[in-house]
Antibody, heavy 121, light 110 residues
Framework: EVQLVESGGGLVQPGGSLRLSCAAS????????MNWVRQAPGKGLEWVSY????????YYADSVKGRFTISRDNAKNSLYLQMDSLRAEDTAVYYC??????????????WGQGTLVTVSS | QSALTQPRSVSGSPGQSVTISCTGT?????????VSWYQQHPGKAPKLMIF???KRPSGVPDRFSGSKSANTASLTISGLQAEDEADYYC??????????FGTGTKVTVL
């Protein structure tokens, strides 16, 4: 069974940093591209970032470019999101989502349950 | 990276059909066949319902169908059931190696 479990969320002050993790199991993690998606309280979904299977190609939404860094450790079956220079508008539930089973599938077929990040003083 | 435009809400009685539109531009919906749809119940993670415009993942009822014409994609739910009441989001590849979600539509079963 495919499982994605996010961790690392919490309360952080504006300008601070946080590192999210996503532990993957039930599939060959190293064969799948991955994404982070977020959802602000009471708002819609927003795509945040993408990483290819080797970690060499990474894409970001304009809203986080230069502040967030996506990475992965295939030996540990883990996906990460390093978030720096956090702002109040980054407050959201952050989801880890697996890309489809073919290269550049362009959709997310499995999702974690999310971890809440709150940016507030 | 402007969000794709969806109606705020749609509603229907059990057994009826409802259609949700998702309007973008030639740089996203109209330019690629990477359009997918997600169902989200309150407090839950999104669930993939349609990918590549009209394909259904295993386990998704065939009451759900997708299509696209020019810059607008659509999700149709036929034979509406109580458990279909949820928020629905479209998602598309956009140019410059980015992706964009729709604004979201709340489906209410009357």
């Amino acid at each position: 069974e495919v499982q994605l479990v996010e961790s690392g969320g919490g309360l952080v002050q504006p300008g601070g940093s946080l590192r999210l993790s996503c532990a993957a199991s039930g599939f060959t993690f190293s064969s799948y591209e991955m994404n982070w998606v977020r959802q602000a309280p009471g708002k819609g979904l927003e795509w945040v970032s993408y990483i290819d299977i080797g970690g060499n190609t990474r894409y970001y939404a304009d809203s986080v470019k230069g502040r967030f860094t996506i990475s992965r450790d295939n030996a540990k079956n883990s996906l990460y999101l390093q978030m720096d220079s956090l702002r109040a508008e980054d407050t959201a539930v952050y989801y880890c989502a697996r890309d489809g089973p073919i290269p550049a599938a362009g959709y997310c077929d499995y999702w974690g349950q999310g971890t809440l990040v709150t940016v507030s003083s | 990276q402007s969000a794709l435009t969806q109606p705020r809400s749609v509603s229907g009685s059990p057994g009826q059909s409802v259609t949700i539109s998702c309007t973008g531009t030639s740089s996203d919906v109209g330019g690629y066949n990477h359009v997918s749809w997600y169902q989200q119940h309150p407090g839950k993670a999104p669930k993939l319902m349609i990918f590549d415009v009209s394909k259904r993942p295993s386990g998704v009822p065939d009451r759900f169908s997708g299509s696209k014409s020019a810059n607008t994609a659509s999700l149709t739910i036929s034979g509406l059931q109580a458990e279909d009441e949820a928020d629905y989001y479209c998602f598309s590849y956009a140019s410059s190696h980015t992706y964009v979600f729709g604004t979201g539509t709340k489906v209410t079963v009357l």
